[in-house]
């Protein structure tokens, strides 16, 4: 099954950026890359997600390796509400429509 | 309002008595799908469907049933629950399969189950 691998925890300082790391490296040519983050006592959220180029939105940014067995979500500029649980996400290679999360990152943010 | 609904968000049960949690989307998804978390094991897929009458297993199937006999509706069946059932659950829908499209997932608020 596809996997991905993330560190436990990081820390961050308020106001400056974060770069959340991911490791696919049995990704296959057609797997997006999800990232979802989760707030305490809430339900999973979308953040951003790409396939082979960088992506952009109001929320964050996807630096995909070249090679697309890594990517990084960067937070460009962190604030108090940006700490959570931060998962990434690929499809099992067996089925379409499995998806695994792994156990995520646990962000932390310091005023 | 676009949204997951989930019900109860809080359940109390014991041992061996059927349960359903409910499951309901209006945004007319195809994609639905139950996880389960659990402190130090993150979201773990349960069961998984591509649209009506369509489902699949994901990582931890047992002990539990699903159906899809509506679009919008997907509920999760605990034919006889166990303590090692206990934890939080949350439902999840998108507009087609999120691994192969853009199609993001929307969770619901998650449902805290303790079996007895």
């Known amino acids: 099954d596809a996997k991905t691998t993330q560190p436990n925890s990081m820390e961050s300082n308020e106001e400056e950026p974060v770069h959340l790391p991911c490791n696919h490296s049995?990704?296959?040519?057609?797997?997006?890359i999800h990232w979802y983050r989760q707030l305490p006592s809430q339900g999973p959220e979308y953040v951003i997600h790409?396939?082979?180029s960088n992506v952009n939105n109001r929320m964050a940014s996807l630096a995909i390796a070249e090679d697309r067995k890594s990517s990084t979500l960067i937070l460009h500029r962190a604030t108090l509400r940006d700490a959570a649980v931060y998962y990434c996400?690929?499809?099992?290679?067996?089925?379409?429509?499995?998806?695994?999360f792994g156990q995520g990152t646990t962000l932390q943010v310091k005023p | 309002e676009a949204q997951v609904t989930q019900n109860p968000r809080y359940l109390i049960t014991v041992t061996g008595k059927k349960l359903t949690v409910t499951c309901s989307q209006n945004?007319?998804?195809?994609?639905m799908s139950w996880y389960r978390q659990d402190p130090g094991l993150g979201l773990r897929q349960i069961y998984y469907?591509?649209?009506?009458?369509?489902?699949d297993k994901g990582d931890v199937p047992e002990g539990y049933k699903v159906s899809r006999k509506e679009k919008r509706n997907f509920p999760l069946i605990l034919e006889s629950p166990s303590p090692n059932q206990t934890s939080l659950y949350f439902c999840?829908?998108?507009?087609?399969?999120?691994?192969?499209?853009?199609?993001?997932?929307?969770f619901g608020n998650g449902t805290r189950l303790t079996v007895t």
């Open positions: 790409g396939l082979t």
């Open positions: 049995t990704i296959s040519g057609t797997d997006y």
């Open positions: 469907s591509m649209n009506v009458e369509v489902t």
């Open positions: 999840a829908s998108s507009l087609r399969d999120p691994t192969t499209d853009r199609s993001p997932l929307h």
């Open positions: 945004m007319n998804h195809e994609y």
């Open positions: 996400i690929l499809r099992s290679t067996s089925n379409t429509g499995k998806l695994i």
